[in-house]
């Protein structure tokens, strides 16, 4: 496994995750994100895609990452798909930039959408990008599906848990944790769909008993197993540490249980940056 790699899509999943995730969180809420953290979150966001670019072009090579072969990154840019999904992303990121600047409402809706594009360009990094024809397509939406509801969840715990930490009021943390029900029950329901799909796409159904046998599989197990712990943990901040709050209780559970949730939502995005380096039948 190439560990840079991976580190670099890590880091770049966790960045679009949390660029796409906040603003739409907030739309939900009727509140508004923190500009400077969205604007730095886009320009980390294109940092971290050149860092991406340069690890896959050694990667590729069998190269040092420094100095870069430009030969090869050359190659990555004009001879795949890649260079058109970086300029996308590219185009969206910076498109953030100036709307930091705007006023009034519907800002966060505003810049949801580029946001969420940057975050969907993801899907043709990984395994979905090697699909061809109509499947293939499909397979890419599906895939960026699954990217965009895992960032609105993320997202909500990153904003909720710096809202338990920084001693915000219980009642107003609560109303947050129940609005948001609603759209947490949208994003589960779209990550187990589209896992299901992506899964079968990948590998097919009938090969899906030989993932057992390689590394793919147990992480793909392993990431399934934090993926469960996560809706457990869900489960009782809406059913349990939600009413508490409202009682003025439970803060402390609840912090306790958010940071939880959202260290399984870190491991998870490490387990799908490793996922997406390996051969799903090696």
């Known amino acids: ?142 895939d960026a599906l699954h990217m965009l509801a895992a960032a609105g969840w993320f997202g909500a715990l990153l904003a909720l848990l710096h809202a338990v930490l920084s001693g915000r009021e219980s009642g107003r943390t609560a109303h947050m944790l129940e609005r948001f029900s609603l759209f947490g029950t949208i994003f589960v329901a779209t990550l187990i769909l589209t896992g299901a799909f992506n899964a079968v796409m990948i590998v097919g159904i009938a090969q899906l008993p030989a993932l057992l046998h390689g590394l793919y599989g147990w992480l793909l197990l392993t990431k399934l197993a934090l993926f469960a712990g996560m809706l457990l943990l869900a489960a009782a901040n809406r059913w349990w540490l939600t009413p508490m709050l409202e009682r003025n209780g439970g803060v402390a559970h609840l912090r306790l249980s958010l940071l939880a949730e959202t260290s399984l939502a870190v491991l998870i995005l490490g387990l799908v940056a490793a996922l997406g380096t390996l051969d799903p039948l090696a």
Request: aromatic fraction near 8%; hydrophobic fraction near 65%; avoid cysteine.
């Open 1 to 142: 496994m190439d560990w840079l790699l991976v580190t670099a899509r890590f880091a770049l999943y966790a960045d679009l995750a949390a660029l796409a995730g906040l603003p739409l969180f907030w739309w939900s809420m009727g509140g508004s994100a923190r500009r400077g953290a969205i604007g730095a979150l886009a320009v980390a966001g294109l940092a971290l895609s050149a860092l991406w670019l340069l690890a896959s072009a050694a990667a590729m090579a069998g190269t040092p990452f420094l100095p870069p072969d430009w030969g090869v990154v050359g190659i990555l840019l004009k001879e795949t798909p890649l260079g058109m999904v970086l300029a996308v992303r590219a185009v969206a990121l910076l498109s953030i930039l100036p709307l930091l600047l705007r006023q009034g409402a519907g800002w966060n809706a505003a810049l949801a959408l580029p946001a969420a594009i940057a975050a969907a360009t993801l899907a043709w990094s990984g395994h979905a990008a090697a699909s061809e024809g109509l499947a293939g397509s499909a397979h890419r939406i599906a």
